[in-house]
């Protein structure tokens, strides 16, 4: 883009004959115009004429008189072709006074004098050519002859009877001056209606009509033609502005339109125009190039995404809990619009208002945060479902512009305990084996302990860390060695019935049954309701048992622990 107009430029050029005797013919001569100088638009021609004259006067007259001279010269300026450019006509005067006649012609005496140094100068009219013909005669290399032509015009008066002698001398001076014109052109784009020469431009709205103007300006001293106006992105145009020419100094505004497109959008137009062929010289064609800018942003939008205990949980039954323990709720918060958000609310509605526990309540374009609670788990399925909303602001694209979502979480409160597991997420199970019966020494490593089932009534355990441990018999009733490594909580369940309490479907319990001998009672596995038809029925159980069962419905559950003296169980967590 060229912020100033361009400024025209003169060059002038000069050739001289020095004064001589009339009549002469001779030639000045000029250079042509350089093409690579600029654009010829117009040639002026000025020629200087010079006269110099001597006068011898004798008064013929018997009465004494005031004679004058007078030198006059007409210079005339022919192009090479003959065509007639301008002629200078310098002339001069002089005047003496001389007694009546003295009987001779001598030109001296007191009837007669010589008049020196008559001299005269002429400056013609500036003549201009702007034709193409004359523009293009005096355009190329090397130099014109201006054909150069004096005839002489002197004379006396003052006396009617005068002898007179005279000696003419006349020389010419041309200067020609050459006009020449740097072409220029000036383009402008805006985007709806702002310059937006720079990144990122103006924030509009996805989807919206954008409008881009193209002030077009001839800021040289030449006319153009032919003009072209391209749109890297948009095309050709040229048909969306009113002419295809400029005048000197004149303007065009152009306007196209589009649609915005999400994103950075960066277009550049060009434009170019011809210089006549009127016109010699160089450059043929000018041209410019203005970029433009936008940025384009969708609708406001914002994301909540709820985890409980770090889990999404967005589908029932969600993660397994053992209630009464701690539950945390992570609240994300995104702003995935194209405008920034303010007054960003959050409430759960089984926890209440959560904007409080937020960090802020604005959120620039892709901006998060997160928002945390805590509670403590409820037995049994738990649903809580939260919402936020965020509003534009007033100053935005889309003012005052409410968007809002919202995600639900699930837990399952269980009163069963979970499963212990290795750094590999791997369920640890105690791990159980049976030592012996009766009276006697038993040697257990020292990572074990000792649990000891004494058949007594009423029924007990006794569950003791001793290496070696020394069993002992009490009215006669033997007692059962098991060595156990790892989490050894046993329960007892000879012939009771223990509740599992609430577990979500597809639950995975894990078990470990003691048992005192090997007979044809069976365990069972079932759920509230469902006793005489149980989930899992344990037909084959040795001292020491290990299985696993996946549950098959939501529901309260039960053990009926018909064959077993020690029941370990826990819930594996998914």
Same mark, same amino acid.
């Given at each position: 883009?060229?912020?100033?107009?361009?400024?025209?430029?003169?060059?002038?050029?000069?050739? &001289?004959?020095?004064?001589?005797?009339?009549?002469?013919?001779?030639? @000045?001569?000029?250079?042509?115009?350089?093409?690579?100088?600029?654009?010829?638009? *117009?040639?002026?021609?000025?020629?200087?004429?010079?006269?110099?004259?001597?006068?011898?006067?004798?008064?013929?007259?018997?009465?004494?008189?005031?004679?004058?001279?007078?030198?006059?010269?007409?210079?005339?300026?022919?192009?090479?072709?003959?065509?007639?450019?301008?002629?200078?006509?310098?002339?001069?005067?002089?005047?003496?006074?001389?007694?009546?006649?003295?009987?001779?012609?001598?030109?001296?005496?007191?009837?007669?004098?010589?008049?020196?140094?008559?001299?005269?100068?002429?400056?013609?009219?500036?003549?201009?050519?702007?034709?193409?013909?004359? @523009?293009?005669?005096?355009?190329?290399?090397?130099?014109?002859?201006?054909?150069?032509?004096?005839?002489?015009?002197?004379?006396?008066?003052?006396?009617?009877?005068?002898?007179?002698?005279?000696?003419?001398?006349?020389?010419?001076?041309?200067?020609?001056?050459?006009?020449?014109?740097?072409?220029?052109?000036?383009?402008?784009?805006?985007?709806?209606?702002?310059?937006?020469?720079?990144?990122?431009?103006?924030?509009?709205?996805?989807?919206?009509?954008?409008?881009?103007?193209?002030?077009?300006?001839?800021?040289?001293?030449?006319?153009?033609?032919?003009?072209?106006?391209?749109?890297?992105? &948009?095309?050709?145009?040229?048909?969306?502005?009113?002419?295809?020419?400029?005048?000197?100094?004149?303007?065009?505004?152009?306007?196209?339109?589009?649609?915005?497109?999400?994103?950075?959008?960066?277009?550049?137009a060009s434009v170019t125009g011809d210089v006549p062929a009127?016109?010699?010289?160089?450059?043929?064609?000018?041209?410019?190039?203005?970029?433009?800018?936008?940025?384009?942003?969708?609708?406001?939008?914002?994301?909540?995404?709820?985890?409980?205990?770090?889990?999404?949980?967005?589908? @029932?039954?969600?993660?397994?809990?053992?209630?009464?323990?701690?539950?945390?709720?992570?609240?994300?918060?995104?702003?995935?619009?194209?405008?920034?958000?303010?007054?960003?609310?959050?409430?759960?509605?089984?926890?209440?208002?959560?904007?409080?526990?937020?960090?802020?309540?604005?959120?620039a374009v892709g901006e998060r945060m997160v928002c945390e609670?805590?509670?403590?788990?409820?037995?049994?399925?738990?649903?809580?479902?939260?919402?936020?909303?965020?509003?534009?602001?007033?100053?935005?694209?889309?003012?005052?512009?409410?968007?809002?979502?919202?995600?639900?979480?699930?837990?399952?409160?269980?009163?069963?305990?979970?499963?212990?597991?290795?750094?590999?997420?791997?369920?640890?199970?105690? *791990?159980?084996?049976?030592?012996?019966?009766?009276?006697?020494?038993?040697?257990?490593?020292?990572? &074990? &302990?000792?649990?000891?089932?004494?058949?007594?009534?009423?029924?007990?355990?006794?569950?003791?860390?001793?290496?070696?441990?020394?069993?002992?018999?009490?009215?006669?009733?033997?007692?059962?060695?098991?060595?156990?490594?790892?989490?050894?909580?046993?329960?007892?369940?000879?012939?009771?019935?223990?509740?599992?309490?609430?577990?979500?479907?597809?639950?995975?319990?894990?078990?470990?049954?003691?048992?005192?001998?090997?007979?044809?009672?069976?365990?069972?596995?079932?759920?509230?309701?469902?006793?005489?038809?149980?989930?899992?029925?344990?037909?084959?159980?040795?001292?020491?048992?290990?299985?696993?069962?996946?549950?098959?419905?939501?529901?309260?559950?039960?053990?009926?622990?018909?064959?077993?003296?020690?029941?370990?169980?826990?819930?594996?967590?998914?």
């Amino acid at each position: 883009m060229l912020s100033p107009h361009a400024q025209a430029e003169e060059r002038s050029y000069g050739d &001289e004959i020095p004064v001589k005797l009339t009549n002469w013919t001779d030639v @000045l001569s000029i250079p042509r115009f350089d093409p690579s100088q600029g654009i010829l638009t *117009k040639i002026d021609f000025v020629l200087t004429g010079k006269v110099n004259g001597r006068a011898s006067l004798e008064n013929l007259d018997a009465e004494a008189a005031i004679v004058s001279a007078e030198s006059v010269a007409d210079i005339r300026l022919d192009r090479p072709d003959g065509t007639h450019v301008t002629t200078a006509s310098p002339r001069a005067a002089k005047t003496s006074s001389l007694s009546v006649f003295d009987g001779t012609i001598d030109f001296s005496g007191t009837s007669g004098t010589t008049i020196s140094d008559i001299v005269g100068i002429d400056i013609s009219e500036h003549v201009s050519y702007t034709d193409p013909a004359s @523009l293009a005669f005096f355009t190329g290399s090397g130099t014109i002859d201006m054909n150069v032509q004096t005839t002489s015009r002197s004379r006396a008066t003052g006396a009617g009877n005068l002898a007179l002698s005279f000696n003419t001398s006349a020389g010419a001076a041309i200067t020609v001056t050459y006009f020449i014109a740097q072409p220029a052109i000036d383009l402008e784009k805006w985007t709806n209606d702002e310059d937006a020469d720079h990144l990122p431009g103006p924030l509009l709205h996805e989807g919206d009509v954008v409008t881009w103007t193209y002030i077009v300006t001839n800021i040289g001293e030449v006319p153009l033609i032919d003009l072209t106006l391209v749109d890297d992105q &948009e095309g050709d145009i040229i048909a969306d502005c009113p002419q295809t020419v400029l005048a000197i100094a004149e303007s065009m505004r152009c306007t196209h339109r589009g649609i915005v497109q999400r994103g950075q959008y960066t277009n550049t137009a060009s434009v170019t125009g011809d210089v006549p062929a009127i016109y010699p010289g160089e450059p043929r064609q000018v041209q410019d190039s203005d970029p433009s800018h936008y940025t384009g942003i969708g609708d406001p939008a914002i994301d909540l995404e709820k985890l409980t205990n770090g889990d999404d949980a967005d589908t @029932l039954p969600g993660p397994t809990l053992v209630a009464g323990t701690v539950v945390t709720w992570s609240y994300i918060v995104h702003n995935v619009g194209g405008i920034a958000l303010e007054a960003i609310s959050l409430v759960d509605d089984r926890e209440g208002a959560i904007t409080a526990h937020c960090p802020q309540q604005r959120l620039a374009v892709g901006e998060r945060m997160v928002c945390e609670v805590q509670g403590i788990a409820q037995l049994g399925q738990y649903t809580n479902t939260a919402t936020v909303t965020g509003t534009t602001p007033s100053d935005s694209v889309l003012p005052h512009v409410t968007v809002t979502d919202e995600d639900p979480s699930h837990y399952f409160g269980v009163e069963i305990p979970l499963c212990p597991v290795d750094d590999n997420g791997a369920v640890l199970l105690p *791990k159980v084996r049976f030592l012996g019966e009766g009276a006697g020494e038993y040697t257990v490593d020292n990572a &074990e &302990e000792v649990l000891v089932v004494k058949k007594l009534a009423p029924f007990r355990f006794i569950l003791q860390m001793v290496s070696p441990y020394v069993s002992t018999r009490r009215t006669g009733a033997p007692e059962r060695v098991w060595a156990c490594q790892g989490d050894c909580i046993f329960q007892r369940g000879l012939g009771e019935v223990i509740p599992l309490g609430p577990l979500p479907q597809n639950s995975l319990l894990h078990f470990v049954f003691l048992d005192d001998d090997e007979d044809e009672r069976i365990n069972t596995i079932f759920a509230d309701g469902a006793r005489e038809q149980p989930l899992l029925r344990i037909q084959e159980q040795g001292l020491t048992t290990s299985l696993q069962v996946t549950i098959s419905e939501s529901n309260t559950w039960y053990v009926d622990a018909v064959d077993s003296i020690g029941l370990y169980y826990c819930l594996e967590s998914r």
